[in-house]
């Protein structure tokens, strides 16, 4: 038996085989019925029709053991667009568990990528798992779960309305102006566009202003209790604006549903909205002690990694790192992707960076890769990973510097799910 594997793209006859390890890898997705596995093949052959897109499987001996679903993503990485890379959909085989059929797609996905970009990213379904790999955490996504009576009331909501299919090149324009406006942001594919117009359970709101749409709020309706069917939440799937006035008449949508609906279930990125309305408790009644009121629920989800590092600081060229003038040395560990390990100089001259071969350097960092794509993506702040014994530096007067290098104003943020 040929234990390495092949790694190629799954061709159209063994798609079939590869939902059925999808269906069992997650039994969550519920694809269990032939009508489920008929939807779920119309998803993967429309997918297909995006070059962006692509299906990769390991093979061993002929039979298809594994397989990933990779992505080219524009991102918004501190205002400049770059190509990114994704992987989803990372299944097993129930039987071929344990043999490293994972590790060995993920190396894949990494050499696929490492000709086109310095980073890639994923949602990991055990953060430890992939941190182990190299992956570093994103920004934390928080789940509040606010009364409407306690959101602003603006003055109006009179350029709210419902999403129509002739607003599609509006909304997408609006997309993709968020995009731009937000560090992390993915922009947004067509088959992302499909679901606010094609899925009836999912209804969209505009704000539309002379046939401009400036932001959305897409939601689904939920059960509030199962024995009263008139008590519902809403359910945000996703809530973006443009500026304050957009989020006003927005807030006063949902707060004008206060009648039938019971609690605004609200994900997002964003560490501030418990400033927004006025009781900000979820509903729990839990304390956390002393005397703290639980307010959200949190969780880790995207993760990055830096697959090159000198590659990312030549890609953040024109970046200002922080006004800083400072040679810095900068030893990474990467046990995952060991040409990747190793120490780059770095020299900062108000700001700009430019990566050296060799020279002198006022201070050295030590850092493990995981930390390290956080660090640079503005995920955390370094003062926090030295202080938690994360990194270590060869002199702490240069702490301030190196910590102000790295900071962010705000945190990066990602919508995309894949």
């Known amino acids: 038996m040929n234990k390495a594997g092949r790694i190629k793209k799954i061709p159209i006859k063994d798609v079939d085989s590869f939902i059925d390890i999808v269906a069992n890898a997650y039994p969550g997705f519920k694809i269990v019925s032939p009508e489920e596995k008929r939807k779920t093949r119309r998803r993967f052959r429309k997918l297909l029709r995006d070059q962006t897109i692509c299906h990769y499987g390991l093979y061993r001996d002929g039979k298809l053991l594994g397989g990933m679903r990779t992505y080219d993503f524009t991102m918004n990485l501190f205002s400049l667009r770059i190509l990114v890379g994704g992987v989803g959909l990372v299944a097993v085989d129930l039987l071929h568990k344990k043999e490293k059929v994972c590790k060995d797609l993920i190396s894949a996905f990494i050499a696929l990528h490492k000709k086109k970009t310095p980073l890639v990213a994923l949602y990991p379904f055990r953060p430890d798992f992939y941190r182990k790999m190299g992956f570093g955490y994103g920004t934390k996504l928080n789940e509040y779960r606010i009364r409407p009576s306690d959101l602003p009331r603006g003055n109006s909501k009179q350029h709210v309305r419902f999403l129509l299919k ?78 304050r006035d957009v989020l006003m008449e927005l807030l006063t949508f949902m707060y004008t549903q206060l009648d039938q609906i019971d609690r605004i279930i609200w994900p997002t990125q964003d560490e501030n909205v418990h400033f927004l309305p006025l009781d900000p408790r979820d509903g729990s009644e839990n304390l ?17 990694r830096v697959i090159d590092v000198r590659g990312m600081f030549k890609l953040l060229k024109n970046h200002i790192f922080g006004h800083q003038n400072c040679r810095l040395r900068l030893n990474v560990k990467d046990s995952f992707l060991k040409e990747n390990e190793g120490s780059v100089i770095v ?48 002199s702490e007067r240069y702490l301030d510097v190196v910590h102000n290098i790295f900071a962010v104003d705000k945190k990066p943020i990602c919508h995309t799910i894949f």
């Open 166 to 243: 002739r607003d599609r090149k509006a909304f997408k324009e609006c997309c993709h102006r968020y995009f731009l406006m937000h560090h992390g942001m993915f922009d947004i594919k067509e088959h992302e566009l499909d679901y606010f117009f094609l899925h009836p359970e999912a209804k969209t709101v505009v704000y539309k202003k002379n046939k401009r749409v400036s932001g959305y709020l897409c939601f689904v309706f939920k059960k509030a209790k199962d024995e009263n069917f008139l008590r519902n939440n809403i359910e945000i799937k996703e809530l973006i604006y443009e500026n």
């Open 288 to 304: 956390i002690p002393i005397l703290a009121h639980q307010t959200n629920t949190q969780g880790v989800g995207i993760m990055y």
């Open 347 to 394: 020299h900062f001259k108000d700001g700009r960076s430019s990566v050296k071969n060799r020279g002198d350097f006022d201070v050295e960092v030590y850092i493990d890769i995981s930390d390290f794509s956080s660090l640079i993506l503005g995920a955390v702040n370094y003062k926090s990973l030295f202080e938690y014994g994360l990194s270590d530096i060869s």
